[in-house]
């Protein structure tokens, strides 16, 4: 008889990948399906990452290299964070992973015990619960609303805070809203981290160079409490570089020599032609990724444009990432052919059966009462998908 560990049975499939793989499978039995769940560029690694990619096969660079990440890459990556940023790290306080979603898995199973309290601003990121969760830490989910774009206020922070909180975990822009911190909302946050001397948190950045309003604000930029922010990015989302698997984390010295311990003994290195790619992207300026960047936010106003068609969706407007996060409640209760849309889960299978589109429910992110939709893809595409779902949502009574 199959026994798997309690570890694994406690942790959930990540729903954004279980929607992608029925999306998959129901292609491979001929059926048109539109996958607006995953969250991935659908622009190719531009050029100049390429080459040093195929530069570094050539010149055979195939060997192990230091568990952190080479150090030119490390210097490489201080160097960004000092031009687009203005963070100061050494490269003895940076660490290179295979992917962002590793890099926070190290610092959580380096800082958690079982017990400890982390603080999680909702709707979040899928996989902050179930890494939590490995490291038997105990989730404070704080509500971010709609009316607020999602964002948390430092008041609601300080509130959730008891003598068990050691960690907060955000994401600025964040994945599922979009929603973006500006500089004001971080201070007031730091204020309040500032007061409690063992606790941390992890800002993820990764959606860093997708942001409609300007410049990006980093968490780790006030001295105050920089010496306990664990700042997280990489090359997925900014540089069209998804299936590459290149992380970043920077973080204090004694944090990232943990997380170098820890990593060593689960995946070593990332690959050593990953991180020659990685280099040249560091290097390039960040007005290089800015045709994305407009791209995106050219698919968001088409896509919020045509939502405005759809009955029952109530909508924000995110201000980074590539994601919009419509809250469908007035849809609960309504049917069709016997179906009742109960929430947002229900919702989600319905338009994959009955429109052919993929989307995430808000479950997946801690409120079932929304859906995630991810606009990466063409605009003929996201035209087209908002056409069926329309029509499917006009079924229902």
């Given at each position: 008889?199959?026994?798997?560990?309690?570890?694994?049975?406690?942790?959930s499939?990540?729903?954004?990948?279980?929607?992608?793989?029925?999306?998959?499978?129901?292609?491979?039995?001929?059926?048109?399906?539109?996958s607006?769940?995953?969250?991935?560029?659908?622009?190719?690694?531009?050029?100049v990452?390429?080459?040093?990619?195929?530069?570094?096969?050539?010149?055979?660079?195939?060997?192990?290299?230091?568990?952190?990440g080479?150090?030119?890459l490390?210097?490489?990556?201080?160097?960004?964070?000092?031009?687009?940023?203005?963070?100061?790290?050494?490269?003895?306080?940076?660490?290179?992973s295979?992917?962002?979603?590793?890099?926070i898995?190290?610092?959580?199973?380096?800082?958690?015990?079982?017990?400890?309290?982390?603080?999680?601003?909702?709707?979040?990121?899928?996989s902050?619960?179930?890494?939590?969760?490995?490291?038997?830490?105990?989730?404070?989910?704080?509500?971010?609303?709609?009316e607020n774009?999602?964002?948390?206020?430092?008041?609601?922070?300080?509130?959730?805070i008891?003598?068990?909180t050691?960690?907060?975990?955000?994401?600025?822009?964040?994945?599922p809203?979009?929603?973006?911190?500006?500089?004001?909302?971080?201070?007031?946050?730091?204020?309040?981290?500032?007061?409690y001397?063992?606790?941390?948190i992890?800002?993820d950045?990764?959606?860093e160079?997708?942001?409609?309003?300007?410049?990006?604000?980093?968490?780790?930029?006030?001295d105050d409490?920089?010496?306990?922010?664990?700042?997280i990015?990489g090359v997925?989302k900014g540089f069209?570089?998804?299936?590459?698997r290149?992380?970043?984390?920077?973080?204090?010295?004694?944090i990232?020599?943990?997380?170098?311990k820890?990593?060593?003994?689960?995946?070593?290195?990332?690959?050593?032609?990953?991180q020659?790619?990685?280099?040249?992207?560091?290097?390039?300026?960040?007005?290089?990724?800015h045709?994305?960047?407009?791209?995106?936010?050219k698919?968001?106003?088409?896509?919020?444009?045509?939502?405005?068609?759809?009955?029952?969706?109530?909508?924000?407007?995110p201000?980074g990432?590539?994601?919009?996060?419509?809250?469908?409640?007035?849809?609960?209760?309504?049917?069709?052919?016997?179906?009742?849309?109960?929430?947002?889960?229900?919702?989600s299978?319905?338009?994959?059966?009955?429109?052919?589109?993929a989307?995430?429910?808000?479950?997946a992110?801690?409120?079932?009462?929304?859906?995630?939709?991810?606009?990466?893809?063409?605009?003929?595409?996201?035209?087209?998908?908002?056409?069926?779902?329309k029509?499917?949502?006009?079924?229902?009574?």
């Amino acid at each position: 008889m199959a026994h798997l560990s309690d570890r694994i049975n406690l942790i959930s499939e990540s729903q954004t990948i279980a929607m992608a793989r029925k999306s998959r499978e129901l292609k491979a039995q001929g059926i048109d399906i539109i996958s607006l769940s995953l969250g991935e560029p659908d622009f190719a690694t531009p050029e100049v990452i390429k080459q040093a990619a195929i530069k570094a096969i050539n010149d055979n660079f195939s060997y192990y290299t230091h568990v952190s990440g080479y150090i030119e890459l490390r210097e490489a990556i201080a160097r960004k964070f000092k031009r687009d940023n203005n963070l100061n790290y050494t490269s003895d306080e940076i660490v290179v992973s295979t992917g962002a979603k590793q890099s926070i898995a190290n610092a959580v199973l380096c800082l958690i015990n079982p017990g400890d309290e982390v603080l999680i601003p909702t709707p979040f990121w899928v996989s902050y619960l179930e890494i939590l969760k490995l490291a038997g830490g105990v989730p404070i989910m704080i509500d971010a609303e709609i009316e607020n774009d999602f964002k948390v206020t430092a008041a609601q922070i300080e509130k959730h805070i008891t003598p068990k909180t050691r960690m907060m975990i955000f994401s600025t822009p964040c994945n599922p809203t979009g929603s973006v911190y500006n500089k004001q909302e971080l201070r007031e946050i730091a204020d309040v981290i500032k007061k409690y001397d063992e606790l941390y948190i992890i800002s993820d950045e990764i959606y860093e160079h997708i942001n409609f309003v300007g410049g990006h604000e980093s968490m780790a930029q006030f001295d105050d409490i920089k010496d306990r922010v664990i700042t997280i990015n990489g090359v997925s989302k900014g540089f069209a570089m998804t299936g590459w698997r290149g992380g970043i984390m920077a973080a204090p010295k004694w944090i990232a020599q943990a997380c170098d311990k820890m990593q060593g003994q689960f995946t070593s290195a990332t690959c050593s032609i990953t991180q020659k790619a990685m280099l040249a992207a560091m290097d390039l300026p960040a007005e290089s990724t800015h045709y994305m960047r407009d791209a995106f936010l050219k698919r968001r106003d088409l896509v919020l444009g045509l939502m405005k068609d759809i009955p029952g969706f109530k909508t924000n407007i995110p201000q980074g990432a590539f994601y919009v996060y419509p809250e469908v409640s007035a849809l609960f209760g309504k049917s069709y052919n016997g179906f009742v849309i109960n929430n947002a889960t229900d919702l989600s299978m319905y338009l994959l059966d009955v429109a052919f589109v993929a989307l995430v429910p808000g479950a997946a992110f801690g409120d079932d009462k929304y859906i995630r939709f991810s606009y990466a893809t063409s605009e003929d595409k996201l035209i087209e998908a908002l056409k069926r779902m329309k029509e499917a949502i006009e079924k229902l009574n």
